[in-house]
């Protein structure tokens, strides 16, 4: 039976950004849906892309489709955060999916490549990247094919990019294997939940240094205020 902590953390973000790697066929998607059912306050940051939609995809809600010569327009003008070329296509997150997130409490996720995650890490420096490891080659081969989107040759392509893309995940802050699904979503659930907490370090202590005041005086914060203070 899952107990569910009553946690002020869970109600609401903090406006962080977690960059989310994987190979194709790593369970990405799924584990990313499945989360933000359970856990209020996260959005996913649907990217712009000149790939054509695949038969199960919306408009608006797994990507925003567009041509090569819309997007090019799009990177002149500046309107990417981060934009990168992967197996052919171009594919970009606009820089308005990360504005306002804090005072909107919302937490977000972006899917992206492990190009994406290196331009997030060097603009947004407190983003937090976590990678996503299929158990082995041979399930995600397995996975690949079952899935059906992709031909026999696209299916060696994807799994030649996902071996170098792997080499990548030592600078990834979190590694999560995605083994059994319940187990991976426990993971990035609780890795969201330990940042947000991270995160509110800040506000709590000023608030709790305030409180101290009120009862002990002026300058009184033993030890809670972001100084550190001590009684003086
Ligand atoms: P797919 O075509 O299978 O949806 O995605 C192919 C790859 O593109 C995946 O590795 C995915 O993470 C990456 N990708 C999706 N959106 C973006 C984006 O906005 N920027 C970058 N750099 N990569 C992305």
């Known amino acids: 039976m899952r107990v569910e902590p009553n946690l002020d953390a869970i109600k609401g973000g903090e406006g962080i950004v977690f960059v989310i790697s994987s ?11 499945k989360v933000m059912e359970q856990l209020p306050g996260v959005r996913f940051s649907v990217s712009t892309t000149t790939r054509s939609p695949r038969s199960n995809e919306r408009e608006g ?20 955060l981060e934009w990168a070329e992967v ?56 996975r690949l094919m079952q899935r059906g989107l992709d031909s026999p040759g696209t299916i060696q392509f994807r799994l030649a990019n996902a071996s170098k893309e792997i080499q990548e995940a030592q600078k990834y802050h979190y590694v999560i294997i995605n083994d059994r699904m319940e187990e991976a979503v426990d993971q990035l659930r609780a890795i969201i939940l330990a940042e947000r907490c991270r995160k509110r370090k800040k506000t709590i202590l000023n608030k709790k240094a305030e409180q101290w005041e009120e009862h002990h005086g002026k300058n009184y914060s033993g030890g809670l205020s972001e100084t550190g203070g001590k009684p003086v």
């Open 61 to 80: 809600v797994d990507y925003h489709f567009v041509d090569r010569g819309v997007f090019q327009d799009m990177a002149r003008r500046g309107e990417f």
């Open 87 to 142: 197996l052919g296509n171009f594919y970009g997150t606009a820089l308005k999916n990360v504005e306002l997130l804090e005072e909107e409490k919302i937490d977000l996720i972006l899917d992206v490549d492990t190009q994406g995650a290196r331009q997030v890490s060097a603009q947004l420096n407190h983003a937090v990247l976590i990678f996503i490891l299929p158990p082995s080659p041979s399930v995600l081969k397995q």
């Open 23 to 33: 190979p194709s066929g790593g369970g990405k998607t799924t584990l990313v849906r």
